[in-house]
């Protein structure tokens, strides 16, 4: 073909006929949603594991975000916004998993749950989650009674012991269940705080000083996966010893964490997420489980709150920070 006739070839792309170019695939919308924002590692964990599949946001995916700031009232509203857009498949978490449910039974949804999915009625079993939803579960509630050993473990005069839970989320009930044996079997007292708004956590934590506690067990909770360094930082203000989940929370001055890893659970999401987005069913995703479970310990905090840590505990510690 002379240079000429293909110039002229190209030109005439502009005058094909509008069904013609209208034929292109439109870039699949992937909507993001939770009760409150990630931490940065989580979305960097699922955009990895999304990139290695094949998807870079902007350029052959998008992804719209929406949060609801605590604020469980709002996911109703705000995932209504996000159906408005089309999206290919929704990735959310927690109690915004269960709203998106409610919402819509045709676009695909991939969760993340701290809980057994099937109690918090996600899912109709794990091999076979049927509908369409699937997703990653950490378990992080029946991890709870370990966790609070792990804190008698580090603390052990302490006798009063606080829980901080979100009552309006949905493993609130669940994890204060799974406590309550494991508290009577160590000889503790467990003190039920609540919080569901950044407002109420600071208040919080000096009821915490007037029940003279002496440790603080906090929640699972997708609200306080958001509030990490807050708290961490409430902890070391009140000299209150506490323990969390995901080893964010000791990285950011808490003391201890002890739970599934966060990001190795986003980054099976994104895997999950990719393979959907190729054609792939829900129903035909069997709930995956983040079995890496991770024991970080703050050394430094541990300093300055005038505790010695048992060798015992060091040794077993995926990770010391000094």
Known sequence: MKR??????????AAWPISARAQQPAIPIVGFIGSSGFPKQTTAAFLK????????DHHNVVIEYRWAEGRNDRLPALISDLLSRKPSV??????AALAAKAATTAIPII???????IKLGLVASLNRPGANLTGVTTLNTSVGPKRLEVLHELVPTAVKIGVLVNPTGPSAKELLAELEPAARSLGVQIHVLEASTQQELAPAFATLVQLRAGALLIGNDAFFTSEMELLAAL??????PSIYQ???FAAAGGLVSYGASLTDAWRLIGIYTGRILKGEKPADLPVQQSTKIELFINLKTARALGLTVPLSLLGRADEVIE
């Open 4 to 13: 000429r006739e293909f110039i002229t070839l190209l030109g005439g792309a």
């Open 49 to 56: 594991s999304l990139n290695e599949i094949g998807y870079d």
């Open 90 to 95: 929704i990735v959310t978490n927690g109690p």
């Open 111 to 117: 969760f993340f749950a701290g809980s057994d999915p």
């Open 235 to 240: 902890s070391i203000q009140h000299a209150i």
């Open 246 to 248: 995901y080893p964010e």
